[in-house]
């Protein structure tokens, strides 16, 4: 399916710069009509995911590039992040196990990942050629498609 829109931000590795992409993608939220939780949900994740290239890929070591494509199908909006630093290592995610209705199991680190596969339609990553992207897909409802 052929994209309606392409963005394409890109900002250094430095945890600042991080707000940035966050009040970019609540532009792009209030622009589509999305509900408020919606919205909010789209940021979080899209802002986890840039977090995590600079902290993890980067080992927060400024100077090197975080590209988020922002691509808009007639059906669903979906965000690259993209860094060439460490790759994600996935035999080393270890799945949660905690009781949510215990805030003692809560894990302190590590709710990365399971934030955005609970929050996004679908959520992969791969690498290739050096190039790590993590791509993560919110369906839109029939009020945002049309915007």
């Known amino acids: 399916m052929e994209t309606t829109g392409t963005i394409k931000l890109t900002i250094e590795s430095k945890l600042e710069n991080v707000p940035l992409v966050g009040g970019a993608v609540r532009g792009i939220a ?4 999305m509900d408020e939780i919606s919205g909010y949900h789209m940021e979080l994740c899209v802002v986890e995911a840039v977090t995590n290239a600079t902290k993890h890929a980067y080992s927060l070591e400024a100077g090197h590039s975080v590209e988020i494509n922002i691509l808009r199908f007639p059906d669903r909006i ?3 992040v ?12 270890r799945p949660l196990e905690f009781d ?3 805030l003692e199991t809560v894990p302190e680190r590590g709710m990365g990942l399971f934030i ?3 929050l996004m339609d679908e959520v992969r990553y791969e690498t290739d050629g050096g190039l790590n ?11 945002e498609a049309s915007r």
């Open 82 to 93: 993209c860094d060439r630093g460490k790759s994600l290592d996935p035999a080393k995610v």
């Open 133 to 143: 992207m993590l791509t993560m897909s919110k369906h839109l409802g029939k009020h």
């Open 100 to 102: 949510p209705d215990q």
């Open 116 to 118: 955005m596969h609970s």
């Open 78 to 80: 979906t965000f690259q």
């Open 30 to 33: 209030g622009a589509l009509s």
